[in-house]
């Protein structure tokens, strides 16, 4: 089946700094992918929608300049917490969605990545 | 806006028995229904989804089926395996099909042998 990574699976960095979390799609191309935050026992939370080659749109009361996405190609998707802070601790997951998918409606999503801000 | 309610977890069963995890929707218009399953260390995973009202979903003995009149789209397997036991998660995707999934708050299935 389609499979979908992201790296690093689990990341810790200091107050005010910026890490980038990586969603790739292995073995198929993705028009747009999503990203999804996701807080200890509750449920995913869609942050923004990426579309390769044009701006990510965003849900409403999430940051733009502080999380910043990159869809460079149709394979990878990047997704960018700048000057974090322990607030943004969370999980983070990304899906992609196939681009010959038609109306399949199947997205596959990434093991996710771990957020830890000290 | 839409939302998805699950029934609260963790949900203990033994081998064998019959489960079901409620799901009601709040929609406008004609959304789509899914449910994706995680198992530990993995990413979610479809487990079978519905387009339209009446119709029912179905895939590893799992079924679902899409009650516009009650709103609900309530998960259902008959004989369960310790193999079951994984976080399963209620979504739709609204009326457009854009592929933005709202979710539920996920259900932890416990299976014990």
């Known amino acids: 089946g389609a499979v979908v990574s992201q790296h690093p699976s689990w990341v810790i960095c200091k107050s005010g700094t910026s890490v980038k979390i990586e969603c790739r799609s292995l073995d198929f191309q993705a028009t747009t992918m999503f990203w999804y935050r996701q807080f200890p026992k509750q449920s995913l939370m869609l942050m923004a929608t990426?579309?390769?080659?044009?701006?990510?749109?965003?849900e409403q009361g999430v940051e733009k300049d502080k999380f910043l996405i990159n869809h460079a190609s149709l394979t990878l998707s990047t997704l960018t917490v700048t000057s974090a802070h322990p607030e943004d601790s969370s999980f983070y997951i990304c899906?992609?969605?196939?681009?010959?998918?038609?109306?399949?409606?199947?997205?596959?999503f990434g093991p996710g990545t771990r957020l830890t801000v000290t | 806006g839409d939302s998805v309610t699950q029934m609260e977890g963790p949900v203990t069963l033994s081998e064998e028995a019959f489960l079901t995890i409620n799901c009601t929707y709040t929609?406008?218009?004609?959304?789509?229904l899914f449910w994706y399953v995680q198992y530990p260390g993995e990413g979610l995973q479809l487990l079978l989804k519905?387009?339209?009202?009446?119709d029912k979903g179905s895939n590893k003995g799992f079924e679902a089926t899409y009650r516009k009149e009650t709103t609900s789209f309530h998960l259902e397997k008959g004989s369960v395996q310790v193999s079951d036991s994984a976080v399963y998660f209620c979504?739709?995707?609204?009326?457009?099909?854009?592929?933005?999934?709202?979710f539920g708050q996920g259900t932890t299935l416990q299976v014990k042998p």
């Open positions: 979504a739709l995707d609204g009326s457009s099909n854009t592929g933005k999934l709202i």
């Open positions: 990426s579309n390769e080659g044009s701006k990510a749109t965003y």
């Open positions: 899906s992609a969605w196939p681009t010959t998918s038609g109306i399949s409606y199947e997205q596959y």
């Open positions: 519905a387009t339209k009202a009446d």
């Open positions: 929609a406008t218009g004609y959304p789509s």
